[in-house]
C-alpha cells in the first residue's frame, strides 16, 4: 500500500494516540480517520523515531485533512535525524509522512520505519 495514494483530501482525523507502553523499543502513533466515503481506518506509525505536532485547537469544525504525504530516507528532516544520532540509526530505513489538516492549519510531522491501515473493530479514544 502506497501512503501517497490513499484517498487523504476531506479524510476526517477522529483521534490521536501516542503509544509507548513500550518505550524505545515499539513507539507507535495510531490516527483514526473517516475516509470521505465513510469508511473508517486506523493508520498505524512503527517504529516511530521522532514527531512533531503543530496543532492547533478551538475551532469548532470536524480536523479534515488537506494533503499528506510520505518520502523515504533523502528526505531532509530525514537526514537531519540521521546526523542527529551519528550513526546509530544507519542500517535503519525510515520513512517521512506529513499530514496537513484544512479546519485548523496544522501539521502532523512523523518520522517511522512503516505504516500500516487497519479496520475499525471499536474506535480509538
Known amino acids: 500500500m502506497n501512503f501517497n495514494n490513499l484517498d487523504w483530501h476531506d479524510s476526517i482525523i477522529k483521534n490521536i494516540i501516542v503509544d509507548r507502553n513500550n518505550p524505545g523499543r515499539n513507539d507507535i502513533i495510531r490516527i483514526e480517520i473517516v475516509w470521505p466515503n465513510g469508511c473508517c481506518n486506523i493508520i498505524s506509525f512503527r517504529d516511530v523515531y521522532w514527531a512533531k505536532f503543530d496543532m492547533n485547537f478551538g475551532i469548532i469544525s470536524p480536523e479534515s485533512i488537506f494533503k499528506a504525504f510520505s518520502e523515504e530516507k533523502e528526505n531532509e528532516t530525514v537526514k537531519c ?4 544520532w551519528k550513526g546509530m540509526l544507519d ?3 525510515l520513512n517521512y509522512y506529513e499530514i496537513e489538516t484544512n ?3 496544522s501539521k502532523i510531522k512523523i518520522i517511522a520505519q512503516s505504516f500500516e491501515l487497519s479496520s475499525v473493530s471499536s474506535p480509538i479514544g
Open 103 to 105: 479546519s485548523t492549519n
Open 91 to 93: 542500517d535503519i530505513d
Open 81 to 84: 535525524l540521521y546526523l542527529k
